[in-house]
Nanobody, 125 residues
Framework: QLQLVESGGGLVQPGGSLRLSCEASGITLDSYAVGWFRQAPGKEREGVSCISASGGVTNYQDSVNGRFTISRDNAKNTGYLQMNSLTPEDTAVYYC??????????????????WGKGTPVTVSS
């Protein structure tokens, strides 16, 4: 059973940066695409970014494109989301998720198989 644990969330000022990590256990992550999703208070969970199992394909939500960078280190069984130029609109609980080999179309939540419990990110002055 694949288990995912997120870390790296916290409070940051507008314009600041955070790096989220997603550590997998149970099985190796190299056969799974890794996605990052977020859910703000009162809103539905939405896809932020995803990287394929090979690392060759990455997708981003339009609102984070150019500010966020997804990556993975299969040797460490870990995925990452580097978030720069954060704004209050980025405030949410961020979840890591995994799907076999490929990212789902349009970063669909239902396309992911395994989920972490989330890490909160608050952008505020």
């Amino acid at each position: 059973q694949l288990q995912l644990v997120e870390s790296g969330g916290g409070l940051v000022q507008p314009g600041g940066s955070l790096r989220l990590s997603c550590e997998a256990s149970g099985i190796t992550l190299d056969s799974y695409a890794v996605g990052w999703f977020r859910q703000a208070p009162g809103k539905e969970r939405e896809g932020v970014s995803c990287i394929s199992a090979s690392g060759g394909v990455t997708n981003y939500q339009d609102s984070v494109n150019g500010r966020f960078t997804i990556s993975r280190d299969n040797a460490k069984n870990t995925g990452y989301l580097q978030m720069n130029s954060l704004t209050p609109e980025d405030t949410a609980v961020y979840y890591c998720a995994a799907a076999h080999l490929y990212c789902p179309p349009y970063l669909e939540v239902r396309g992911m198989e395994y989920w972490g419990k989330g890490t909160p990110v608050t952008v505020s002055s």
